[in-house]
Structure formats: structure tokens, C-alpha cells
T-cell receptor, first 115, second 115 residues
Framework: KAGVTQTPRYLIKTRGQQVTLSCSPI?????VSWYQQTPGQGLQFLFE???????NKGNFPGRFSGRQFSNSRSEMNVSTLELGDSALYLC??????????????FGQGTRLTVV | AQTVTQSQPEMSVQEAETVTLSCTYD???????LFWYKQPPSRQMILVIR??????QNATENRFSVNFQKAAKSFSLKISDSQLGDTAMYFC????????????FGKGTSLLVTP
């Protein structure tokens, strides 16, 4: 079956702009999580959505937001971009994201560069 | 605070040899899940092996096995018969119920397998 699909793969934006990243989970998976990966901070959890509801949120400013649609596809939005937002953004999907169904499958990520 | 420490930023091993990657973690919870993920140059995070904390038996997946020491909060990964395709960043991670099942990653170990 198809894996987790993230679009676009690469993105270059200017400081102050906003950006939207998309993630299509594996068919049947209802949990979608987002992570930011930078050389300095490593991998950090942004938020998790399950059945269109944000179920968990990491320690990021309100400029980072997301949503999930009824087909489980998720979008992540970053407003008023800063240079420090340059990172690889990874999306992961899992069946339920909790308990025994915790195996997360990752997409290839979106490389965001803010100039 | 829940933390994951990978004390070896870089490691090198010759093809067909065995290598062990170290990981320690800190959590006050009793029930949690531990993972090793591999991130090759393609950037896609791939699950290598997982371990439920309540299981005493160490997990094994083909050439990959773990040494889980719950009291010491240690979770090392052993790769036997190393192959060139094992060259990648390896991340140790865990998740707990109280963290909303968000993956908490270490900084990673860069493994190079040489001919």
C-alpha cells in the first residue's frame, strides 16, 4: 500500500511569509503527527491530530498550526516565517497513535528554507 | 523532563562486523514504548525495532537486536553482519502515555559502514 506522502518536497520562502505543508497518511491511519528536524534542536514534536481533532501539542509558538480533514489528510501552517523555521518537517501516520497501535510511519519530509 | 541521550555522535564499522549503538533515557513513567529509527540520506525515517517497556524479552528483528535494561534506563541497538546499506543516522526514541504518545527523540548517531 502507498506510504505517507508529503508535499511539496522542497520549499523556499521569504521571511514574514506564510507556508502550508501537506501530509497524506497511509490509508486507514487516523493519527497524523508532525515533527520539526533541525541540526541544532534535532527532532521535535509539533502536534498530533486524530479524527480531525488536535489531540496533542508540542512546545512551539502559535505561528505553527495545523488541521486534519475528514479523509485524515493533514496540513501544517506556519505564519510570519522566521529564519529559524528553516528545517525538515516530517509527518508520521499511525493507526491510532496510542497504546499498542503506536507504530509511526514517516513521510520523506518537506525541506523548508526561509531566506 | 523526559530525555533521550545518545552519547555517540558518530560511529564507524566494517562490513560484516557487529556494532552497538547506545541510548539512555529518563522518564518517571512505568509504561512506555522504545524505538530505534533509521534515517538514510533519503531522509525518510524508517522504524528498525520497537520494544514495549513491560516486556522483559529483548526485541529482535533479523540482524537488529536490542539490549533493554529497564532499571538502568538503557536501550542499546546491536547491528550484526553490518551491510553498506546500514549507513544512516540512527535515532533512539520513546513515547509515554503522559506525553500524549509523542515521540521523544535523541540527537542521533551517524553510522558509517565501510567496505
Amino acid at each position: 500500500k502507498a506510504g505517507v506522502t508529503q508535499t511539496p518536497r522542497y520549499l523556499i520562502k521569504t521571511r514574514g511569509q506564510q507556508v502550508t505543508l501537506s501530509c497524506s497518511p497511509i490509508s486507514g491511519h487516523r493519527s497524523v503527527s508532525w515533527y520539526q528536524q533541525t541540526p541544532g534542536q534535532g527532532l521535535q514534536f509539533l502536534f498530533e491530530y486524530f479524527s480531525e481533532t488536535q489531540r496533542n501539542k508540542g512546545n512551539f509558538p502559535g505561528r505553527f498550526s495545523g488541521r486534519q480533514f475528514s479523509n485524515s489528510r493533514s496540513e501544517m501552517n506556519v505564519s510570519t516565517l522566521e529564519l529559524g523555521d528553516s528545517a525538515l518537517y516530517l509527518c508520521a501516520s499511525s493507526l491510532q497513535g496510542q497504546g499498542s497501535n503506536t507504530e509511526a510511519f514517516f513521510g520523506q519530509g518537506t525541506r523548508l528554507t526561509v531566506v | 523532563a523526559q530525555t533521550v541521550t545518545q552519547s555517540q555522535p558518530e560511529m564507524s564499522v566494517q562490513e560484516a562486523e557487529t556494532v552497538t549503538l547506545s541510548c539512555t533515557y529518563d522518564t518517571s513513567e512505568n509504561n512506555y514504548y522504545l524505538f530505534w529509527y533509521k534515517q538514510p540520506p533519503s531522509r525518510q525515517m524508517i522504524l528498525v525495532i520497537r520494544q514495549e517497556a513491560y516486556k522483559q524479552q529483548n526485541a529482535t528483528e533479523n540482524r537488529f537486536s536490542v539490549n533493554f535494561q529497564k532499571a538502568a534506563k538503557s536501550f542499546s541497538l546491536k547491528i550484526s553482519d553490518s551491510q553498506l546499506g546500514d549507513t544512516a543516522m540512527y535515532f533512539c526514541a520513546f513515547m509515554t502515555r503522559n506525553s500524549g504518545y509523542a515521540l521523544n527523540f535523541g540527537k542521533g548517531t551517524s553510522l558509517l559502514v565501510t567496505p
